[in-house]
T-cell receptor
Framework: AQKITQTQPGMFVQEKEAVTLDCTYD???????LFWYKQPSSGEMIFLIY??????QNATEGRYSLNFQKARKSANLVISASQLGDSAMYFC??????????????FGSGTQLTVLP | DTGVSQDPRHKITKRGQNVTFRCDPI?????LYWYRQTLGQGPEFLTY????????KSRLLSDRFSAERPKGSFSTLEIQRTEQGDSAMYLC???????????????FGPGTRLLVL
């Protein structure tokens, strides 16, 4: 089974509107971390936001928020007030095990977001 | 505060040649990871170091691949006898063990794009 599933290969959003990028995950660990990264066409993976499995509140970082629904094993990224510069590939990733345990990240297949003027 | 750097950014080689990539992590980071990303996919873990010790290797890392981090600072990834299937983006990431509040976020470099002809 896929550990990280991103079901939207491509998404379009109008500039200044909000958009939600879906991510579901599969793990039997009680302690894990969820990350979102942005990858522009230049290739660099840019860290956006982190949610720990024991965090009770949804993470927020500026225009990014993570809608964490633990029982449903979903960790959707919400981008508010989209900007043209938000056009990029977005990856959801999971670290299984507690923070501090050096575990690799498992990535989904990504969602290509295009912001329309 | 400089980020993760990688060199070269692009490499074209002929099948059968050896190539070496370098990664310089964020200066105080003690963990370093290598990932490989093929077109249209998320990155896949290859190996990781804590200081100079290589602690985990993926089954993706065939015996043609070798990675080192001799003094616990920069790392090199060498591919011997390259094959066309090695064509990919090779990403390096670093993290600081102990920064639990951020879930030990991995920060990525710009990657090295390898094309094997």
């Amino acid at each position: 089974a896929q550990k990280i599933t991103q079901t939207q290969p491509g998404m379009f959003v109008q500039e200044k509107e909000a958009v939600t990028l879906d991510c579901t995950y599969d793990t039997s660990d009680q302690s894990y971390g969820l990350f979102w990264y942005k990858q522009p066409s230049s290739g660099e993976m840019i860290f956006l936001i982190y949610q720990g499995s024991y965090d009770e509140q949804n993470a927020t970082e500026g225009r990014y928020s993570l809608n964490f629904q633990k029982a449903r094993k979903s960790a959707n990224l919400v981008i508010s007030a989209s900007q043209l510069g938000d056009s990029a590939m977005y990856f959801c990733a999971m670290r299984e095990g507690p923070s501090g345990s050096a575990r690799q990240l498992t990535f989904g297949s990504g969602t290509q977001l295009t912001v329309l003027p | 505060d400089t980020g993760v750097s990688q060199d070269p950014r692009h490499k074209i080689t002929k099948r059968g040649q050896n190539v070496t990539f370098r990664c310089d992590p964020i200066s105080e980071h003690n963990r370093l990871y290598w990932y490989r990303q093929t077109l249209g996919q998320g990155p896949e873990f290859l190996t990781y170091f804590q200081n100079e010790a290589q602690l985990e290797k993926s089954r993706l890392l065939s015996d043609r691949f070798s990675a080192e981090r001799p003094k616990g600072s920069f790392s090199t990834l060498e591919i011997q006898r390259t094959e066309q299937g090695d064509s990919a983006m090779y990403l390096c990431a670093s993290s600081l063990f102990g920064l639990a509040g951020e879930g030990e976020t991995q920060y990525f470099g710009p990657g090295t794009r390898l094309l094997v002809l």
